[in-house]
Nanobody, 127 residues
């Protein structure tokens, strides 16, 4: 599956942005989709994931309660609504497809979980 992310930009702390990830290629609705992010000088990290039906969502503790992941299978698109943004949310955000979960009492995702990467979109949060 090919993934195209968009929606990044510059926003003040406390503001909101919505990222979109349009998918093309083989069946979109059958896979877990997600978002990762990479801040300057840091490793890429998991942010959020959503099951194929949209019925299950998973979040990193750092974004829980502020970010919401959703998907529209009819449009082959995944969204990341980001509210109450903080300067530490500044990063390149990457759409990810065909995620496989790890389990150690709860499900979690790492960069090794990802089957398909999209190009990144830059989010900059000013203080």
């Amino acid at each position: 599956v090919q993934l195209q992310a968009s929606g990044g930009g510059l926003v003040q702390a406390g503001g909101s942005l919505r990222l979109s990830c349009a998918a093309s290629g083989r069946t979109f609705s059958s896979g877990v989709m997600g978002w990762f992010r990479q801040a300057p000088g840091k490793e890429r990290e998991f942010a959020a994931a959503i099951s194929w039906s949209g019925g299950s969502t998973y979040y990193a503790d750092s974004v829980k309660g502020r970010f919401t992941i959703s998907r529209d299978n009819a449009k082959n698109t995944v969204y990341l609504q980001m509210n109450s943004l903080k300067p530490e949310d500044t990063a390149i955000y990457y759409c990810a497809g065909d995620l496989n979960a790890y389990y150690n009492g709860s499900y979690y995702y790492t960069v090794d979980s990802v089957g398909s990467w999209g190009q990144g979109t830059l989010v900059t949060v000013s203080s």
